[in-house]
């Protein structure tokens, strides 16, 4: 009576104990607890669209033939990505060991001595024994730590496409960028031989007694050495991008051939508001998620260390010795085991590591908000200066033409009148239009950038 009442008990702790360990076989879900968490799980459940701005191939989007070669060098020779790509394989071997775990382990350990008693003939023992160890994975202490390491690598591959999309964006912005600086470069050196001749002009006008005093001189020639020195500047940030694109290629610093115009165009940018489906192809969005999903593995495995272990063992062989006697050649032995271990008292050490694991899976999840709503700020900051360039290049295009008027007039004023313009006017007119005319060039610039920030933020580059 005693023994059955023993039984029951242990059968219905048992059961408690399965019932209350039930969340720990439960895979990870894409939380729904906020709106913004609940509109990427939604997100998430809907078809990918192909053409949308982000899934579409880089050659489809960076047409450009000498861009596009540079790219595909990247791609091979960039060790960040190579480095990427081994992270993928060091998931990908956790997770085979991880599955592994299943299996029963088999070890060979062969030992053998001799030993001599008051003079007698050295006597030898030997055992060839084969052990055998097999842990039951009752409460999912290896299930959560397969999934663990299986989201390890969905995150590593993750990683490794954000890698992928910010080299080709790089190379694709240094590549423009190279564009912007050669066509300063090509401007500034022919507006500084065209001041020069303002200044052989404002000189010859002074030896002519036109009105053109020294100060008008000095004040044209201190220009034409401005504009000296900012082409050594430009000259510098050349070299600077082409270095930059060498350790892009990974190879030794050159000069690198580019287009003689930057020009970038992207159809359909221009609409309200970033659609969630399309944050949800990026693929830090998708690392964020998937550190959020070995975090609560993590949980679950602090969790499943509350509860038993059950380690099933065999060992077996061939030996001489058997018990105190010794027999030649020997015999064959095996032993059967099994072992349940359930934790009563760990100082404080399973309580102290749920609480960590807890604590980590919180912050993954607010790494995770973060990073979605980092996206959409990003999606949204690459439209709207693609937008206001458009605007601003218009606006500059107006200004560069009537600054050339300007330029042209105040000149014209100054050789064949008498009095009715001064030298300021005349170099007032040719600064303003370098400027406008570089600011349209970096404008340019902000719009080819503009597309590549976005086709990266919407998580391209496949």
């Not at 080299?167 to 500084?192: D, E, K, N, W």
């Not at 609409?271 to 399309?278: H, L, S, T």
């Not at 100054?414 to 009095?419: D, F």
């Amino acid at each position: 009576m005693k023994t059955s009442y023993i039984t029951r008990v242990a059968m219905a702790l048992a059961l408690t104990a399965a019932f209350s360990s039930c969340h720990i076989y439960k895979k990870y879900e894409t939380p729904t607890s906020t709106a913004l968490t609940k509109a990427y799980a939604e997100a998430r459940e809907m078809p990918a669209d192909s053409a949308a701005f982000g899934n579409l191939l880089w050659e489809d989007v960076f047409t450009d033939p000498m861009l596009a070669s540079l790219i595909k060098q990247a791609l091979v020779n960039n060790n960040d990505l190579r480095n990427a790509q081994l992270n993928v394989d060091i998931a990908r071997a956790n997770l085979r060991g991880a599955r592994l775990s299943y299996l029963p382990s088999l070890a060979l350990s062969p030992n053998g001595a001799g030993a001599s008693y008051a003079g007698s003939d050295l006597s030898w023992t030997y055992t060839l024994p084969a052990q055998l160890s097999w842990e039951i994975d009752i409460f999912g202490k290896i299930l959560n730590s397969k999934r663990g390491a299986q989201a390890a690598l969905y995150r590593s591959e993750a990683y490794a496409q954000a890698v992928r999309s910010q080299i080709i964006s790089a190379v694709a912005s240094t590549y423009y960028s190279i564009a912007a600086v050669r066509s300063q470069l090509a401007l500034s050196r022919t507006t500084s031989e065209l001041w020069k001749e303002t200044v052989n002009t404002m000189r010859d006008l002074k030896e002519a007694g036109r009105g053109v005093t020294e100060a008008a001189v000095v004040q044209s020639s201190a220009n034409y050495y401005s504009i000296l020195g900012s082409i050594t500047d430009l000259e510098s940030s050349l070299d600077k991008l082409n270095n930059t694109m060498s350790l892009l290629l990974n190879t030794m610093p050159q000069e690198w051939a580019v287009a003689d115009k930057v020009d970038l165009q992207v159809p359909q940018l221009i609409r309200a508001g970033v659609p969630m489906v399309e944050l949800a192809c990026r693929p830090d969005v998708q690392a964020a998620e998937q550190s959020l999903a070995a975090a609560y593995y993590s949980t679950n495995s602090a969790r499943a260390a509350f509860y038993p272990g059950l380690t099933i063992m065999a060992n077996g062989g061939f030996t001489n010795l058997l018990g105190s006697m010794v027999k030649n050649p020997g015999d064959w032995f095996y032993q059967l085991a099994g072992s349940l271990v359930a934790p009563l008292f760990s100082r404080g050490q399973n309580i102290a590591r749920l609480q960590g694991a807890k604590a980590q899976q919180q912050q993954a999840m607010n790494n995770f908000e973060y990073t979605l709503l980092s996206a959409a700020a990003e999606v949204s900051d690459a439209l709207t200066v693609y937008e206001k360039s458009i605007e601003k290049s218009g606006l500059l295009e107006k200004q560069v033409a009537d600054l050339e008027k300007s330029v042209e007039y105040t000149r014209d004023l100054m050789l064949y009148s008498t009095g009715t313009t001064n030298y300021l006017e005349v170099l007032t007119a040719q600064q303003g239009l370098l400027q406008a005319q570089i600011g349209q060039i970096n404008t340019e610039l902000a719009r080819a950038n503009a597309v590549i920030n976005l086709y990266q933020a919407l998580g391209g580059g496949r």
